[in-house]
């Protein structure tokens, strides 16, 4: 499986890969990845019954110089069915505060009945035979593996929802953490990024110019801010993904742009997602969208695999796609995780897990109505 702020991938019954290229899906049973860019349309599109089943019959494709190009345009109209109605009419750019780091609280206690991932060195540590370290090549994942998923995924999509209903003016991000920790325990899993790597916090927020991996702090929220919650939680050893970006107080119309256009990468991106796909094209989708509504995206934070370990191969450029109104140019901070934007711009970005199927795709990240 695939992860992190971007696509996650899960291949399975290994007797099936096929090497199709370097930057190519594996002709495998099913390829699971977390597919972490700007790209939702709108929420009703992941719930589709035919969601699975759209990227058989999605963008068409040309044919020239030996090389497969989608039809990108056919991929825009589609998923922004109101893209020649879109304003070229510069809009203002609403006031907002550039964020710095702020107080970082303790770290939260994990009870010991809680099984945690291998990373961590608190309570209960899985067996050595359940460790599983990333491979070194994108793995088949087994019908047990793929349950495990389908249950830890919608175990985080609950996580988000409930922290997602705490965005108001006044909250601090250091209250969103607590929120997400308290929220995955009381479902019997672990919050992965507490202790990832030394990350200190149990959720990432990242509020306005920070593109990625911001630790919650004492800072609370302003009307008009923009707040990415990246929540990830390990259930019985698999790891589940997502992220979206919301708005704190009511939206104006180049936030509501920014977000739409963050969305919608991230489901076109999904939508050509099949057994037998170029890793490539990904980019290309979301590259040409970006190019037709004037945003840019941050090339260096790329999708990847999950499942048992939080981070594996493959890496699918753009695949976590972050959206940005200014450059792509970003600068980490000194507590090694904070990423900025180096003009001091917003971006915006949306997250799912995938599963790759036979007949196309299935978002096990979704929310199931």
């Not at 991938?9 to 890969?17: E, M």
């Not at 699971?32 to 019959?57: G, K």
């Not at 994990?110 to 945690?116: L, R």
């Not at 249950?151 to 988000?160: D, E, F, M, P, S």
């Amino acid at each position: 499986m695939i992860s992190y702020h971007g696509l996650k991938l899960v291949f399975r019954d290994s007797t099936k890969v096929q090497r199709l290229g370097t930057y190519s899906y594996t002709r495998c049973k099913y390829l699971m990845c977390c597919f972490s860019s700007s790209l939702y349309v709108e929420a009703n599109h992941s719930h589709s019954p035919n969601m699975r089943h759209r990227s058989e019959s999605g963008c068409s494709l040309l044919h020239r110089n030996q090389h497969l190009f989608y039809h990108k345009r056919n991929i825009f109209s589609k998923f922004w069915k109101n893209a020649q109605k879109r304003s070229k009419i510069k809009v203002e750019q609403p006031f907002f505060e550039k964020v710095l780091p702020g107080c970082v609280s303790t770290e939260r206690v994990v009870p010991s009945h809680i099984q945690v991932p291998s990373y961590t060195a608190s309570a209960t540590v899985l067996s050595e035979e359940a460790i599983t370290v990333p491979p070194s090549t994108p793995d088949i994942k087994t019908k047990t593996d793929i349950d495990g998923m389908r249950q830890v995924c919608q175990i985080a999509r609950k996580v988000l929802n409930t922290a997602a209903q705490a965005v108001m003016p006044g909250v601090k991000t250091d209250e969103i953490d607590k929120i997400v920790h308290d929220t995955a325990i009381s479902l019997k899993s672990y919050p992965s990024p507490l202790n990832y790597k030394g990350f200190p916090k149990s959720v990432c927020t990242s509020v306005n110019n920070v593109m990625c991996h911001g630790i919650p702090d004492d800072r609370p929220l302003q009307t008009g801010d923009i707040i990415n919650i990246d929540v990830t939680v390990y259930h019985e050893g698999y790891h589940g993904d997502l992220s979206e970006t919301y708005v704190v107080g009511t939206p104006d119309p180049k936030t509501v742009d920014l977000l739409a256009v963050a969305k919608l990468c991230r489901d076109a991106a999904i939508n050509i997602c099949k057994p037998g796909e170029k890793y490539s094209q990904i980019g290309e989708v979301i590259s040409y969208i970006c190019e037709e509504t004037g945003y840019g995206v941050v090339p260096d934070f790329c999708g990847h695999g999950i499942g048992k370990y939080f981070h594996g191969p493959p890496c699918i450029i753009h695949c976590k796609p972050i959206i940005t109104e200014g450059g792509t140019e970003f600068v980490i901070l000194d507590d090694g995780w904070t990423v900025v934007s180096k003009d001091g711009s917003r971006s915006a970005q949306f997250e799912h897990t995938i599963l790759i199927t036979d007949t196309g795709v299935e978002v096990l990240t979704a929310s199931v109505t």
